[in-house]
């Protein structure tokens, strides 16, 4: 229903998209920027950054795509508006995903691909097909992970009911953080989201194979693998955080 509003003003939808995609990309034009006055940071050149900041946005995007609309939750535990979805005969995840479905984040999806293109050209990188396979899996796991934490931050909005802000933080920002290298933060920070809240999975783990870089936190080699699975049990864990906050819900009381 929402895809078809929105194409019903298709002209509209374009610049909408153009403009979003002219928006995200000022990302990726702040970092080029920067590599204007220096030529590596923290050992990493522009095409290797570029390649983190490609997968990241690439997994991010279609995970804002899927469910972007999450942080509205808080919004209809307050009004008691998530009442009307429990009486549909659909499952309410998927209902709350697609409420006011934006098509338009489309755009994040373009622009990471945009981005990874032009880094997997300027990059000197042996190529493999095992380094090929990997790329694909690394964007659908890392998609995965942020979906995970999408719905685990709704789920904490059954509690905190005003909340996504907090759940921003850790979609938005943990997207932000990954654009850039893992030696460009502290070590308690890396350690935080390599073994509390995985993002590390998302790109950097597998793109330290990928350019020969040395593992986050000296991790064995064949961590490079681990994403699937590690989508699989951030994934396992949304769901029955979500479970647990939707029965916790009764409603408004008014």
Known sequence: MWIRSTMAYRTSFVLTTV???????????????????????????????????????LSFGAADLALG????????VRDGTLDTLLVRPVPVLA?????RFALRRVARLLQGLIVLCWAVVSLDVGWTPLKLLLMPVTVVSGAAIFCAVFVAGAAFQFVAQDASEVQNAF????????????????????RGV?????????????????????????????????????????????????????????????
């Open 19 to 57: 403009g979003s995609l002219v928006v995200t990309g000022l990302d990726f034009v702040g970092i080029a920027l920067m590599f204007s006055h220096v030529d590596v940071l923290a050992g990493y050149v522009l095409a290797e950054v570029a390649f983190l900041y490609g997968l990241s946005m």
């Open 69 to 76: 609309s999450m942080d509205r939750l808080g919004r209809r």
């Open 95 to 99: 209902q709350v995903a697609a409420d």
């Open 171 to 190: 979609t938005y920002g943990g997207q932000t953080l990954l654009q850039y290298p893992p030696t460009v933060f502290a070590q308690e920070l890396v």
């Open 194 to 254: 390599t073994f509390v809240l995985p993002l590390a999975f998302v790109n950097w783990v597998p793109a330290s194979y990928v350019l020969g870089r040395p593992y986050p936190l000296g991790l064995p080699e064949w961590a490079v693998f681990g994403s699937p699975v590690v989508a699989a049990v951030c994934c396992a864990l949304a769901g029955v955080a979500w479970r647990a906050g939707l029965r916790s819900y009764r409603s408004t009381g008014s």
